[in-house]
C-alpha cells in the first residue's frame, strides 16, 4: 500500500489474486492437455530443454529466497520477543537475530524439512494457520488503539504512486504457490480439475480477506512510515504486540519447510532424475538450509529481498509462463476466455518483470532495520506538527526503554 499509493494498491490487490487464482487453474490444465504431473515437466513437454532450465532456476530461487526472507523475519521477530524477557540483556548474544536464526534451523525448520511427504506437513499448515488468525487480530487493535496517535504523510492518501509496479512485486510473492502446486494437486484424494477450483477459489478467497484486512490496518496505522516488516513499525515495549510477534516468527518457521520442499524437488529432478536416496535427501537438504541460513545472516533488510524475489521469480512464475504453456498446448479457439486472458497475463508479466526490476535497484525501500521509530520516545514526539527532518533525526535515536503505547 505504501508503494502503490492505498486506492491503487488495493484494486492491485484484487487484480493479483484474481490473475494467482487464474493461473493455477490454467496450470493444472495444461498439465492435463500434456499428460504431465509437475511443473518442470509440462514446460519441458512444451519449450523443451531450454524452457525446463529456466523454470528450473525459476523455482528453485523462488523458494530459495522465500527461505532467506523467513529466516530474516524469523530471527528479527522473535529477537524482540526474547528482549522483553525481565532480567534479559538487550545484547545477549544468545537473544540475537543470529543465534535466534541458527536456533531455530537447528531445532525446527531442518527436521520438520526433512520429511519426504509433504502432506505430513497438514496439521502444521493448520497451525500456522491458526496463528495467523491471532496476529491479525493484533494488528486490528493496533488500528484502533496506536492509528490515531501517530501523523499522517503528506501523501498518505493519493490514488497512485510511482512505485506500483514494485507493489505488484510483493503482492505476487505474497500471493505465489505454482511452485509447488502440482505436489499439492497431487496430494488431493481423487484429483480433478473442477476439484482443484474449487479449493483454489476458496484458498485465494481467503488469503485476499487476510491481506486486505492486514493491508488496511497496518496502513492506516502508520502511512508513509509503514516498513517492509510491519512488526518493524511497532515499539518494543508494546507487550501485545510483542505476543503478536511470538506468533509471526512461530508462523514463518511453520511455512519454511513447505519451500525446502521444492528447493529439493528442483535439484532431484534436475540432478538426480526425480528420485533421490535417503542419503541424498538427508544431504540434498542439509546444504540448501545450510546456504539460506548464511546468506540470511549477512542480509538484514526485508523490503528489498520480498521486491527482488517478486519481480524476478513470481512474476514469471504467476504470469509468463502458465500462460505460454497453456497458450501452445491448448487448441481452443482464439476467443476462447482463457486464451484472452493468457493473452493478456503475458506482456504484462513482462512488463512487471523488467521494470520492477529497475525501480527495485534503482528506488530501493528505506530500511529502518532494528531501529526504534520516532513514536516510540515521549520526549522526542509531537502529535502535531512532524517534519520530515525530525521525523528523520528521530529515528536515528538509539533504542530507548521507553513506550507511550503499552
Given at each position: 500500500m505504501k508503494q502503490a499509493g492505498f486506492p491503487l494498491g488495493m484494486l492491485l490487490l484484487f487484480w493479483v489474486s484474481y490473475v494467482t487464482d487464474f493461473s493455477l487453474v490454467l496450470l493444472i490444465k495444461g498439465g492435463a492437455l500434456s499428460g504431465t504431473d509437475t511443473y518442470q515437466s509440462l514446460v519441458n513437454k512444451t519449450f523443451g530443454f531450454p524452457g525446463y532450465l529456466l523454470l528450473s532456476v525459476l523455482q528453485f530461487l523462488y523458494p530459495f529466497i522465500a527461505m532467506i526472507s523467513y529466516n530474516i523475519i524469523a530471527g528479527d521477530t522473535l529477537s524482540k520477543v526474547f528482549?522483553?524477557?525481565?532480567?534479559?540483556?538487550?545484547?545477549?548474544?544468545?537473544?540475537?537475530?543470529?543465534?535466534?536464526?541458527?536456533?531455530s534451523t537447528v531445532t525446527f525448520t531442518l527436521p520438520l524439512s526433512l520429511y519426504r511427504d509433504i502432506a505430513k506437513l497438514g496439521k502444521i499448515s493448520l497451525i500456522s494457520t491458526g496463528l495467523?488468525?491471532?496476529?491479525?487480530?493484533?494488528?486490528?487493535?493496533?488500528?484502533?488503539?496506536?492509528?490515531?496517535?501517530i501523523p499522517k504523510t503528506e501523501d498518505a492518501w493519493v490514488f497512485a504512486k510511482p512505485n506500483a509496479i514494485q507493489a505488484v512485486g510483493v503482492m505476487s510473492f505474497a500471493f505465489i504457490c505454482h511452485h509447488n502446486c502440482f505436489l499439492v494437486y497431487s496430494s488431493l484424494e481423487e484429483p480433478t480439475v473442477a476439484k482443484w477450483s474449487r479449493l483454489i477459489r476458496m484458498s485465494i478467497v481467503i488469503s485476499v480477506f487476510i491481506c486486505i484486512v492486514f493491508a488496511t490496518c497496518g496502513y492506516l496505522t502508520f502511512t508513509g512510515f509503514t516498513q517492509g516488516d510491519l512488526f518493524e513499525n511497532y515499539c518494543r515495549n508494546d507487550d501485545l504486540v510483542t505476543f503478536g510477534r511470538f506468533c509471526y516468527g512461530v508462523t514463518v518457521i511453520l511455512t519454511y519447510p513447505m519451500e525446502c520442499f521444492v528447493t529439493r524437488e528442483v535439484i532431484a529432478n534436475v540432478f538426480f532424475g526425480g528420485n533421490l536416496s535417503l542419503v541424498f535427501h538427508i544431504v540434498v537438504t542439509v546444504m540448501v538450509i545450510t546456504v539460506a541460513t548464511l546468506v540470511s545472516l549477512l542480509i538484514d533488510c526485508l523490503g528489498i529481498v520480498?521486491?527482488?524475489?517478486?519481480?524476478?521469480?513470481?512474476?514469471?512464475?504467476?504470469?509468463i509462463i502458465p500462460s505460454a504453456c497453456y497458450l501452445k498446448l491448448s487448441e481452443e479457439p482464439k476467443t476462447h476466455s482463457d486464451k484472452i486472458m493468457s493473452c493478456v497475463m503475458l506482456p504484462i508479466g513482462a512488463v512487471v518483470m523488467v521494470f520492477g526490476f529497475v525501480m527495485a535497484v534503482t528506488n530501493p525501500q528505506d530500511c529502518t532495520h532494528g531501529q526504534e521509530m520516532f513514536y516510540c520516545f515521549p520526549d522526542?514526539?509531537?502529535?502535531?506538527?512532524?517534519?520530515?527532518?525530525?521525523?528523520?533525526?528521530?529515528?536515528?535515536?538509539?533504542?530507548?526503554?521507553?513506550?507511550?503505547?503499552q
Amino acid at each position: 500500500m505504501k508503494q502503490a499509493g492505498f486506492p491503487l494498491g488495493m484494486l492491485l490487490l484484487f487484480w493479483v489474486s484474481y490473475v494467482t487464482d487464474f493461473s493455477l487453474v490454467l496450470l493444472i490444465k495444461g498439465g492435463a492437455l500434456s499428460g504431465t504431473d509437475t511443473y518442470q515437466s509440462l514446460v519441458n513437454k512444451t519449450f523443451g530443454f531450454p524452457g525446463y532450465l529456466l523454470l528450473s532456476v525459476l523455482q528453485f530461487l523462488y523458494p530459495f529466497i522465500a527461505m532467506i526472507s523467513y529466516n530474516i523475519i524469523a530471527g528479527d521477530t522473535l529477537s524482540k520477543v526474547f528482549q522483553r524477557i525481565p532480567g534479559v540483556d538487550p545484547e545477549n548474544l544468545f537473544i540475537g537475530r543470529h543465534f535466534i536464526i541458527g536456533l531455530s534451523t537447528v531445532t525446527f525448520t531442518l527436521p520438520l524439512s526433512l520429511y519426504r511427504d509433504i502432506a505430513k506437513l497438514g496439521k502444521i499448515s493448520l497451525i500456522s494457520t491458526g496463528l495467523t488468525t491471532l496476529i491479525l487480530g493484533i494488528v486490528m487493535a493496533r488500528a484502533v488503539s496506536l492509528g490515531p496517535h501517530i501523523p499522517k504523510t503528506e501523501d498518505a492518501w493519493v490514488f497512485a504512486k510511482p512505485n506500483a509496479i514494485q507493489a505488484v512485486g510483493v503482492m505476487s510473492f505474497a500471493f505465489i504457490c505454482h511452485h509447488n502446486c502440482f505436489l499439492v494437486y497431487s496430494s488431493l484424494e481423487e484429483p480433478t480439475v473442477a476439484k482443484w477450483s474449487r479449493l483454489i477459489r476458496m484458498s485465494i478467497v481467503i488469503s485476499v480477506f487476510i491481506c486486505i484486512v492486514f493491508a488496511t490496518c497496518g496502513y492506516l496505522t502508520f502511512t508513509g512510515f509503514t516498513q517492509g516488516d510491519l512488526f518493524e513499525n511497532y515499539c518494543r515495549n508494546d507487550d501485545l504486540v510483542t505476543f503478536g510477534r511470538f506468533c509471526y516468527g512461530v508462523t514463518v518457521i511453520l511455512t519454511y519447510p513447505m519451500e525446502c520442499f521444492v528447493t529439493r524437488e528442483v535439484i532431484a529432478n534436475v540432478f538426480f532424475g526425480g528420485n533421490l536416496s535417503l542419503v541424498f535427501h538427508i544431504v540434498v537438504t542439509v546444504m540448501v538450509i545450510t546456504v539460506a541460513t548464511l546468506v540470511s545472516l549477512l542480509i538484514d533488510c526485508l523490503g528489498i529481498v520480498l521486491e527482488l524475489n517478486g519481480v524476478l521469480c513470481a512474476t514469471p512464475l504467476i504470469f509468463i509462463i502458465p500462460s505460454a504453456c497453456y497458450l501452445k498446448l491448448s487448441e481452443e479457439p482464439k476467443t476462447h476466455s482463457d486464451k484472452i486472458m493468457s493473452c493478456v497475463m503475458l506482456p504484462i508479466g513482462a512488463v512487471v518483470m523488467v521494470f520492477g526490476f529497475v525501480m527495485a535497484v534503482t528506488n530501493p525501500q528505506d530500511c529502518t532495520h532494528g531501529q526504534e521509530m520516532f513514536y516510540c520516545f515521549p520526549d522526542n514526539f509531537s502529535h502535531t506538527n512532524t517534519s520530515d527532518s525530525h521525523v528523520q533525526q528521530t529515528t536515528q535515536l538509539p533504542i530507548l526503554n521507553i513506550s507511550i503505547f503499552q
